[in-house]
């Protein structure tokens, strides 16, 4: 009956006719114009940037056969057709994903106005809506203006253990001629930022801008202010945070952490008037500051504290009088280059109400959000001039309801705010955040309640891309937890935690977590950035450290966790069809492997490692790490099939980028150590690996270094050692990163649902029924010593997220991008439904199904310009129907073959609702 319904549709579609004489095809569209995978970016940092489209389309099997995009230096232009930047002509392509711009050199402060149109098998396109984008200043000699800031602290700042710094308000007066066409703003604000013009709060981004080693690279942020200026009198303001620029905490004894200075900040604006002349007002000594404002410090560990009283309305207008202001000081750069922000900024991306508050004692309150969450409280409050109002912030809360610390270590994480008095004042923190679902609030005038307290959710303003829904409560709920999880931990850069004294950027922690995060969030620029950040803080020798960018100087030499610098780049090209990251960071990657090698191997086995296996559940609950040997992994073991993994990537890579020798040469390597890895750990009378864990026998497994003739065998000691352990997890942040693919992948899928929806120790599901809203640091993380227990960690999710995108809902690519899927639904036993979809650069991937022990019901969704070969749990091919009808003789749909209980059909874009009995 659908079948025939869209049949219609079809016959009824209109054919108009389009400028340039093409026919465009109304049922057929465009939408998503995106450049270097952004909407619309401004002040990007290349000249050749990659643009990108997604087509729409109400007809089955529609493929692109042609483009065209044009390319204006302005909207006028580009509306009469003329594309004066580029016209690419009609190019014979199906590409529409991360196209190259090919037209006039571009240079600095380019503006750039876009279209596409394409053609199709089904037909063509209208042109699309425009696009734009801008080039940024990508010359040294671009900037004029001159870094300003004052190295010194004033009486009120301290430089102790915990650094205390108020924040720094900068401001400069200008006069503008009348006729203003256009003014953009480039700013960089260490550590960070807000920027005011005319006493107006520009943009929405918050923790501005993205963090970086500034000795390396300083991202620069750019702004279209035209609206904001007029002409006459006009003013900026600018405040300066701390951030990590001026660290948290400049001396503490264990570990060398890095500083960089006190705050400073280069800012340029450059105005074009009508006429044709130009105007650059640029940050330099003319510029007045203060440090007596009213933010008193501001430390990401600690919190910020905010004097009302001390606010000086007017400041970033004309007009004020700032006589009794410090003249700014030229003060040396900080070193890095100059480089376009190109990730998404920061922002209050939802809001939360809390859900209960009590009262703890006289004047003590404790709020509770009802999730834990990364950023910050805004209160609403009213009271006399000087009343003070104290939040402290936790992430769980004791049996006598007061605040659990103890696992924060030395982050004090208090806000303090200081009432002006009068009316209704409202106030949260700007230059810190916190990690938290509890706030203990003293202080308040009068009896807080509920509604004057909302909690701000703050992270990289990376859009939700997948959704994954179960008929599994707790897998749900799971899932709502690794989603609360990601989404604390993207500051910038991606860290370990948000709310203890730590928050570092570790490379482990995301190695195979990114792949499944990429399916939540599209997270590609966000990880590009990293992988920048990785190479940056790469030494001279080749070492790569455990966190980058390396506020936190850990250089320890192991294979896992700076690994993670070329699992990302394989994640980013296949989830992605980003290809940049490969080509920018193989050099760095292959000097790493080198180094690596030379360093460390002997006879073909890495003998150097770190962490092992690292957060095993241990034997007794208040251990962090497992004593007993037996639990644990052999690290030469883990290091050197790591290397044979990597070994494998570098491998493709090479091939990718036209280095036949470099294939070779890690092809061979390959060889040489799977050869020497079977040589050492194998027991071939066991079939066991060293101490036979499952991490021990799952990586050589699932690596592809036991042969084939013993994977059975193998295979079967895991499963023995999984079902020893009661079907429960017994792996660490390593093992994890392939096991729920692993089991599938070897035909167990139903032991993976099983460890994947256990309630009881050790397993997700049991964090969750302990309360856990996000994911924990530790297995054992209810009863674990608090030094090394964040409530709010991400590593221990391993593969599950992947799994759950990849295998149970069968949403796989199968090259680059998701041009091709495959698309193959594990069938667990256990599950009832699913309801999954997926943003891929194509468009909307859809696996839904509903499924008993006989039959399967699956409505799927394959984006345009894409295609899927499905795999229907079917008793027999020709059985499937689609739409209440056989699927021999439905065009669209190809029937490959049956094996092993599926249909394999081949289908073109569109839905389809499948149905089968098996
Ligand atoms: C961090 C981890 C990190 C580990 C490695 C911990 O303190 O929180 O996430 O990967 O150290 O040493």
Not at 194 to 199: A, K, S, T
Request: net charge positive.
């Amino acid at each position: 009956m659908k079948r025939i319904f869209t049949y219609l549709i079809l016959a009824a579609a209109v054919i108009v006719n389009c400028p340039g004489n093409c026919y465009a095809d109304s049922r057929i569209g465009l939408q998503n114009l995106r450049c270097e995978m952004l909407n619309n970016p401004l002040g990007i940092g290349t000249i050749k940037p990659r643009l990108s489209w997604q087509i729409t389309s109400d007809a089955r099997n529609t493929n692109q056969v042609a483009y065209q995009i044009l390319v204006a230096s302005t909207p006028e232009k580009l509306t009469a057709g003329r594309g004066d930047l580029w016209d690419s002509h009609k190019v014979s392509s199906d590409a529409s994903v991360m196209v190259n711009y090919s037209g006039k050199a571009l240079d600095s402060r380019a503006a750039c106005y876009w279209k596409v149109r394409v053609w199709t098998n089904n037909g063509a396109t209208a042109w699309s809506k425009p696009a734009k984008w801008s080039v940024g200043l990508l010359n040294p000699t671009d900037w004029k203006a001159k870094w300003i800031g004052c190295d010194r602290g004033f009486a009120w700042d301290s430089v102790s253990k915990f650094s205390r710094l108020s924040a720094r308000y900068y401001r400069c007066q200008f006069d503008l001629k009348p006729g203003i066409k256009k003014a953009t703003a480039y700013i960089v604000g260490l550590g960070h930022y807000e920027l005011y013009v005319n006493g107006q709060l520009l943009g929405d981004q918050v923790l501005a801008q993205a963090p970086t080693d500034y000795t390396q690279s300083v991202k620069y942020n750019t702004f279209d202010v035209t609206d904001h200026l007029k002409k006459g009198d006009n003013a900026i303001g600018t405040v300066l945070g701390n951030g990590r620029y001026f660290t948290m905490r400049p001396k503490y004894k264990p570990k060398k952490i890095k500083e960089f200075g006190f705050p400073k900040m280069l800012l340029q604006l450059e105005v074009e008037y009508n006429d044709g002349t130009k105007q650059t007002i640029i940050s330099d000594n003319n510029w007045k500051f203060t440090a007596d404002g009213p933010i008193r410090t501001n430390n990401e560990y600690d919190g910020e504290e905010y004097d009302a009283t001390k606010e000086f309305p007017g400041w970033s207008k004309p007009g004020f009088d700032d006589s009794q202001w410090l003249k700014a000081e030229l003060v040396q750069a900080p070193g890095g280059k100059l480089d376009a922000q190109m990730n998404e900024p920061i922002r209050v991306m939802d809001t939360i109400k809390p859900i209960g508050i009590n009262q703890l004692k006289k004047d003590v309150w404790i709020l509770d959000l009802g999730q834990n969450m990364a950023g910050w409280l805004q209160m609403r409050v009213k009271g006399n001039r000087g009343d003070k109002v104290t939040l402290r912030y936790a992430e769980t809360v004791q049996p006598n309801n007061e605040l659990y610390v103890a696992n924060l270590r030395d982050a004090k994480v208090t806000d303090v705010y200081t009432l002006k008095g009068g009316a209704e004042e409202i106030w949260h923190p700007v230059f810190v955040y916190h990690g938290f679902r509890y706030v203990e609030i003293s202080g308040y005038p009068g009896k807080p309640e509920l509604n004057d307290f909302e909690g701000h959710v703050v992270y990289d303003a990376l859009p939700t891309i997948g959704h994954f829904e179960t008929s599994n409560d707790i897998v749900n709920k799971i899932y709502h937890n690794a989603y609360w999880g990601i989404l604390s931990n993207y500051k910038g850069m991606p860290v370990d935690c948000p709310q203890r004294n730590e928050r570092m950027p570790w490379l482990g922690d995301r190695a195979v977590g990114s792949l499944g995060e990429s399916f939540v969030f599209a997270n590609d620029n966000f990880y590009a950035k990293w992988l920048d950040d990785i190479a940056q803080s790469q030494k001279p020798d080749g070492a790569i450290p455990d966190v980058a960018p390396a506020y936190w100087n850990y250089y320890s030499d192991n294979m896992t966790w700076p690994g993670t610098y070329i699992l990302v780049a394989d994640m980013l090209y296949r989830q992605f069809a980003d290809k940049a990251p490969i080509e920018k960071n193989y050099a760095s990657m292959k000097k790493w492997m080198d180094y690596m090698r030379f360093k460390y191997m002997k006879n073909n086995i890495v003998t150097k490692d770190k962490y092992g296996d690292w957060c095993v559940p241990p034997e007794s609950p208040e251990l962090i790490h497992a004593k007993d040997s037996s639990l644990n992994t052999d690290g030469q073991l883990i290091a050197t099939a790591y290397y044979y993994n990597l070994s494998g990537l570098m491998e493709k890579f090479a091939r990718m980028l036209h280095k036949p020798a470099d294939a070779q040469f890690f092809a061979t390597i390959k060889q040489n150590i799977g050869k020497a890895f079977n040589d050492k750990y194998f027991d071939k009378t066991t079939s066991k690996y060293s101490n036979n864990t499952v991490t021990a026998n799952l990586l050589p497994m699932y690596f592809g270094i036991t042969p084939t003739a013993n994977k059975q065998a193998v295979f079967k000691n895991i499963v023995a050692k999984i079902n020893d352990a009661h079907d429960h997890i017994s792996t660490g942040v390593i093992g994890t990163q392939w096991l729920m693919r692993g089991l599938t992948e070897f035909g167990r899928p139903d032991l993976a649902w099983r460890i994947a929806s256990n309630t009881t120790y050790p397993s997700w599901g049991y964090m969750a029924n302990r309360g856990a809203t996000t994911i924990w640091e530790l297995w054992n993380g209810d009863t674990a010593n608090p030094a090394m227990n964040s409530r709010n960690h991400i590593m221990l999710l391993g593969d599950l997220i992947a799994w759950f995108y990849q295998d149970i809902a069968g949403i796989k690519t199968v090259n680059a991008g998701f041009k091709q899927l495959v698309m193959q639904p594990a069938i667990t036993g256990e599950l009832d439904s699913v309801n999954a979809s997926y943003q891929t650069p194509y468009g909307l991937v859809r696996s839904n199904y509903t499924s008993t022990k006989k039959s399967f019901n699956w409505h799927v969704t394959v984006p345009p310009n894409s295609s899927a070969r499905v795999y229907v749990p079917a008793k027999n091919i020709s059985e499937v129907t689609e739409g209440g009808a056989k699927i021999l003789g439905i065009k669209e749909i190809k029937p490959l073959k049956m094996e092993n209980g599926r249909a394999i059909l081949s289908i073109g874009s569109g839905d389809y609702d499948f149905e089968a009995k098996y």
